[in-house]
């Protein structure tokens, strides 16, 4: 059963910092390429960063980049994004995808087989 859970979402004053962790099981995850995407009220998903499973190639929406870093835990099957100087504009529900099939990563959410629940961000001025 594939299992992918979010956490470390909340409310965070701009400019500030938060962690995001996404906790998978059931698939190989050394083999599968992750991605985070995000959900703003009345907007559709966008793509906000993603990792390969092969030589950690990394990618990221020109909206977070140099604010945001996506790194993954092979050893405990974990992918993190790590957020900083956030924006109003970040507030978003933030969900945890992966592509399996050894493929690399993509920007296209329909790309990706699994998703998790997502957890809220909220950033407030």
């Known amino acids: 059963q594939v299992q992918l859970v979010e956490s470390g979402g909340g409310l965070v004053q701009a400019g500030g910092s938060l962690r995001l962790s996404c906790a998978t099981s059931?698939?190989?995850?050394?083999?599968?390429?992750m991605g985070w995407f995000r959900q703003a009220p009345g907007k559709e998903r966008e793509f906000v960063a993603a990792?390969?499973?092969?030589?950690?190639?990394?990618y990221y929406a020109d909206s977070v980049k140099g604010r945001v870093t996506i790194a993954r835990d092979n050893a405990k099957n974990t992918v993190n994004l790590q957020m900083s100087n956030l924006k109003l504009e970040d507030t978003a529900v933030y969900s945890c995808?992966?592509?399996?099939?050894?493929?690399?990563?993509?920007?296209?959410?329909?790309?990706?087989?699994?998703w998790g629940q997502g957890t809220q961000v909220t950033v407030s001025s």
């Open positions: 059931g698939f190989t995850f050394s083999t599968t390429s």
């Open positions: 990792a390969s499973w092969t030589a950690s190639r990394t």
């Open positions: 995808a992966a592509r399996t099939v050894s493929l690399g990563a993509s920007q296209s959410a329909s790309d990706y087989t699994y």
